[in-house]
C-alpha cells in the first residue's frame, strides 16, 4: 500500500514538469462547413504553499535542505493544497454526418486521456513527514480533514456539434486506469512528554485500484456527458461577443470487484515505537508489526463507485474575426472536489494581424494564489492554426518564486 501511494505522489508531482488551469479557445467564424481535427494538451501543477524549489527536489532527487524546508513550513496555513490536471484530446468534426436530420448539427467523434489529482494537508501533517515529532513532545498533531485523490481515466465520446457556433454536447464511454481516494476525519497523534509512548486517534477511509501498471490498467468502466455552448450577441460597441458555457464530466467510473477499500478507525496507545523510525521505513519494525492491524483497519475488496471530478468553466472568448485589436477576456472556473477553489482570471487579448492573436491574463484560485500567464495564436492560411503558451510565467522561471508550472497546447487543421 505504502508503495501505490508513493506511486500517486511522484503522479501528482510528475504533473510540475508537464506543465493552463483551462485553456482559452479563439472564436474565429460562425461558418464551420469544412471536416477539421482539433488536438488540445493543457497540463498544469500548483500549490498555495510548497514552490517549486522543495518539489523539483522531492521529485528528481536531491537534497532538500533545512533551509528549503523551513521556508516552505513557514507558510503552511489552514489550507494547504496541491493539485493538477493533465489531458491530451483529440476530436474530430464532420458536418456532413448529419444527426436528427438537421443539416447545421454535425458528428462530434473526441478521444482524451485524463489525469486529475489533489491534495490538502496540515501543517501538522507535513511537519510529521519530514520533520518527525520531537519538536512535539508533549503536544498533540492534528491531521483532520487532510485528503488525497488521484484518478487516471480516458474518455471516447460521440456527439453533435452546431456548426454555427461550435456548441456540442458529447456523451462518453469512460475507461478507468488506476485510482487512490483517501479521507481523515478527526485524526491527530500525541507524543508522551516522557516520549516512551504515542497516542493516535485515526479515523478515515480510502480506496485504491488494484494495480496501478501498466498504463493502460483498464481496471473500470463508466459514462459521462459534456456539454459546450457558446452564446454570442452583439456588444455595446456592435462588436460580437461570445460567452463559453462548458460543464465537463457529468458522470462516474465503476472500478472492478478487485478494488481495494480500506476503514481506519484507530483510538489507542504504543509504546516502544520510534516515529522516526516508522517515517525511515526501518525494516525491523515493518517485519515486526503487522500495521493494518496495529492502526485497525479494515480492508474490503469489491467493486467501487466513483464519481468523476465534475468541472464548470464560463468564460468570455477572444474573437479573431471582429475588427477590433484589443478585446478584454475573463471567466471562472470550478473543479467540484473539496481541495479545489474557484478560479478566477482576467486579461487582454490583441490581434496585430489577421493570422496571429496573443494574450495575458491574470488569475487567482484552483489550487495556488495569483498567476500571470502568456498565450500566443497563430493560423496559416485558414486551414491550420496552433496556439501555444503557459498560464504560469513566474512558475516556468523561477524555483524560489515559483508555485507550479503550467503550459497548454492547441491545434487543428482542415482536411
Known sequence: MIRKIGFIL??????????AQEPIFVFEDTINDDNFIRITAFDYYSSNRLNNDFMDKFLFGGQITNEIKDKNASRLKFVNAIGGEFEHSISSY????NLFKREDWGMKLTFSDNHY???????????????????YVGDTMDYTFSSVQYQHYQKLGVGFYHQYNLSSITVNFVTGSRTFKGSLNDSYMHTHNDVDSIDF?????????????????????????????????QGKVKNRQVINFKMSNLGMIFWNKKTHNYIMTTDATYSGIDIQDLLNKDTTIDNS???????????????????????????????????????????????????????LFAGAYYKPTDNIGMSSRVSYGGFAG??????????????????????????LASKKYGFGRSVNFSMYFKL
Open 10 to 19: 511522484a503522479v501528482l508531482l510528475h504533473l510540475s514538469i508537464c506543465i
Open 94 to 97: 464532420s458536418p456532413d454526418v
Open 117 to 135: 489529482a489533489s491534495a490538502h494537508f496540515t501543517k501538522d501533517l507535513f511537519n510529521t513527514a519530514f520533520y518527525g515529532n520531537a519538536n
Open 201 to 233: 486517534y485515526l479515523n478515515g477511509e480510502a480506496f485504491m485500484t488494484d494495480r496501478f501498471f501498466p498504463y493502460w490498467a483498464f481496471q473500470g468502466t463508466g459514462f459521462s456527458v459534456d456539454i459546450d455552448y457558446n452564446f454570442i450577441f
Open 289 to 343: 508489526i503487522n500495521w493494518r492491524d496495529t492502526l485497525n483497519i479494515g480492508e474490503r475488496i469489491g467493486s467501487q463507485v466513483d464519481i468523476l471530478p465534475i468541472e464548470l468553466v464560463v468564460q468570455k472568448l477572444p474573437d479573431q474575426a471582429i475588427d477590433s485589436k484589443w478585446q478584454a477576456i475573463f471567466g471562472f472556473k470550478a473543479i467540484m472536489v473539496p481541495n479545489y477553489f474557484p478560479y
Open 370 to 395: 495569483f498567476r500571470w500567464g502568456y498565450n500566443f495564436n497563430y493560423w496559416v492560411k485558414d486551414k491550420l492554426y496552433f496556439s501555444a503558451g503557459t498560464f504560469d510565467i513566474i512558475g
